[in-house]
Nanobody, 125 residues
Framework: VQLQASGGGSVQAGASLRLSCVAS????????MAWFRQAPGKEREFVVV????????VYADSPKGRFTISRDNAKNTVYLQMNSLKPEDTAVYYC???????????????????WGQGTLVTVSS
């Protein structure tokens, strides 16, 4: 099973981007899915997580109200819609799967056992 993230790019502050993460395999609908990001020189940080059916989500404070996670289990894909982008959103964005979780949503990177390769988002002022 692999995760393939895409959709990053270079934009001006205030612009929007939509990231996609496609999973191979047939068990995607069972996975808790999340997005993390890592800015240059900083540790990887949690952005948002969603439950297996998208019914529950948890956002970090920074992107709350600007970013929206969604998923299409029929397409094995999770999305991250990013609006009103700021320079501080510049980072490599990673999608991740927590394949073993049945209860709750984790915001900790160590809980996730499958990671995509990352897609770079650069926001200039």
């Amino acid at each position: 099973v692999q995760l393939q993230a895409s959709g990053g790019g270079s934009v001006q502050a205030g612009a929007s981007l939509r990231l996609s993460c496609v999973a191979s395999g047939r068990s995607f609908s069972n996975y808790v899915m999340a997005w993390f990001r890592q800015a240059p020189g900083k540790e990887r940080e949690f952005v948002v997580v969603t439950s297996w059916n998208g019914g529950r989500t948890v956002y970090a404070d920074s992107p709350k109200g600007r970013f929206t996670i969604s998923r299409d289990n029929a397409k094995n894909t999770v999305y991250l819609q990013m609006n009103s982008l700021k320079p501080e959103d510049t980072a490599v964005y990673y999608c991740a799967a927590d394949r073993g979780r049945r209860i709750g949503l984790s915001t900790t990177a160590g809980s996730y056992d499958l990671w995509g390769q990352g897609t770079l988002v650069t926001v200039s002022s």
